[in-house]
């Protein structure tokens, strides 16, 4: 027998409330009890939160008797909802930025894409650098290594190499992440 599913696009509540509440007593807790924590019947808990025009929402379901709280159900939601999304806007987005080689990029490109990736790393920003690798010039993979460790060690100073000159396919790739702090 498969088990039901609730029908899409709901989301099943995470927390019972009121009635579908399963167990005999629970311990309440709160503004509403003496001593703020008392063990009740389920029907009394109930009675008590909605004399109170509030619901009876259970917290902790794992402990025994399972944990409740007399609380306006809908603003407790709204508030879950509010640290839910403050906790992902505070959340560290990690940008990261290519740039791009030849094996045989010269001094003043080499120099102009250098200032760019220092300030890539200021701003704190990941830097991806590669050596594309075009037709025959796969032959020069030395040169392409040289030119990324170079890179690496002119960065030192801003950033931190995450991984060293890597060939995949025809590039090379190093990746250097800002320096903890640096920004």
Do not use: W
């Not at 025994?64 to 403050?86: G, R, S, T, W």
């Amino acid at each position: 027998m498969r088990e039901r599913q609730p029908p899409r696009g709901r989301q099943e509540e995470p927390y019972k409330v009121n009635q579908k509440i399963r167990a005999r007593e629970v311990r309440v807790v709160g503004d509403f009890v003496e001593g703020g924590n008392e063990v009740l019947l389920l029907e009394k808990a109930i009675k008590l939160a909605q004399d109170n025009e509030l619901d009876l929402v259970e917290i902790s379901p794992t402990t025994n008797p399972p944990v409740c709280k007399i609380l306006d159900y809908a603003k407790f939601k709204y508030e879950q909802k509010k640290k839910q999304k403050e906790i992902k806007a505070n959340a560290a987005k990690v940008v990261l930025k290519e740039i791009r080689f030849g094996p045989n990029t010269d001094d003043h490109d080499y120099n102009f894409k250098l200032k760019h990736a220092i300030s890539f790393l200021k701003e704190g920003a990941k830097i991806k650098a590669y050596v594309h690798f075009v037709g025959r010039s796969i032959v020069f993979k030395e040169r392409g290594e040289m030119l990324l460790l170079k890179f690496a060690q002119a960065l030192q100073d801003y950033g931190v190499v995450e991984q060293m000159p890597k060939l995949e396919g025809k590039r090379m790739n190093i990746f250097v992440a800002p320096k903890p702090g640096k920004k």
